[in-house]
């Protein structure tokens, strides 16, 4: 009996594989699809409690889609003018989407809620902020940390890794951002909200980022593992 050649296989192979096969992966398990979608979702506060309230009666896709429509019409009604009818349709939007945060999102076209509700949380921070005076660099800079924020939530997924839920409500959710927003557009403090929002955002989920990838072993470069096989 002798030791032959040795293989290196990327651990990353190596999770996709156990995953396919429906065994757990790392610190992360297998994944459930139902769970992935609902996470995706950056629900804060506010929603959770909704959803526990309708106790997931409520249909996510066409809440959603009918909250991404109402968005649009108090944006082109009134984001340039005072006073603004966009700065009222977080609570309308909330109203309408929140309930829903507590249904299990299994149906076929669940997976477009996710995204319905990112185009609403950007399309109202980019339209209200560049209609009511925000500097471009503002605007584009909280875009850019909520974008990496919801690319690094993506990503745990596939890994079968959870974000921290603390570190989510600590985030707001995105009805929480959009609230914050809104009234500081009524108390005419809009730039301050923008710039205060993206350092809090940006110190939070990159820290918690940072420590959740340093434990998990899985923040830095490809890990590979050695095979010995009998010659």
């Known amino acids: 009996m002798g030791l032959g050649r040795r293989r290196v296989r990327p651990r990353r192979a ?7 096969r429906g065994a757990p992966a ?7 699809a139902a769970v992935q979608v609902g996470d995706h979702r950056d629900d804060g506060p506010v929603c959770l409690v909704l959803g526990r ?3 997931g009666r409520l249909p996510p896709l066409p809440a ?6 109402v968005t649009a019409l108090l944006l082109a009604a009134g984001a340039p003018g005072p006073p603004a009818p966009a700065l009222l349709a977080p609570i309308v939007v909330i109203l309408l989407a929140g309930p829903s945060a507590g249904h299990p999102h299994t149906g076929r076209l669940d997976w477009l809620v996710p995204p319905i509700i990112r185009a609403i949380e950007y399309g109202y921070l980019a339209v209200l902020g560049f209609a009511q005076g925000v500097s471009a660099p503002l605007v584009y800079v909280l875009a850019a940390v909520l974008a990496l924020h919801h690319c690094d939530v993506a990503y745990r997924s596939r890994q079968g890794v959870r974000t921290w839920g603390l570190a989510l409500r600590a985030g ?5 951002r959009m ?12 730039p301050l909200a923008y710039a205060a929002l993206a350092a809090y955002l940006g110190v939070l989920f990159g820290s918690e980022g940072v420590v959740m990838w340093a434990r998990s072993g899985r923040g830095g470069g490809v890990m590979v593992y050695w095979e010995e096989e009998k010659a």
């Open 14 to 20: 190596r999770a996709r594989l156990a995953r396919a």
């Open 26 to 32: 790392g610190t992360g398990g297998p994944v459930n």
């Open 53 to 55: 309230t309708a106790r």
């Open 64 to 69: 959603a889609a009918a909250a991404a429509g």
């Open 172 to 176: 707001l959710g995105w009805e929480g």
């Open 179 to 190: 609230l914050c927003v809104a009234f500081a557009g009524l108390c005419g403090l809009l």
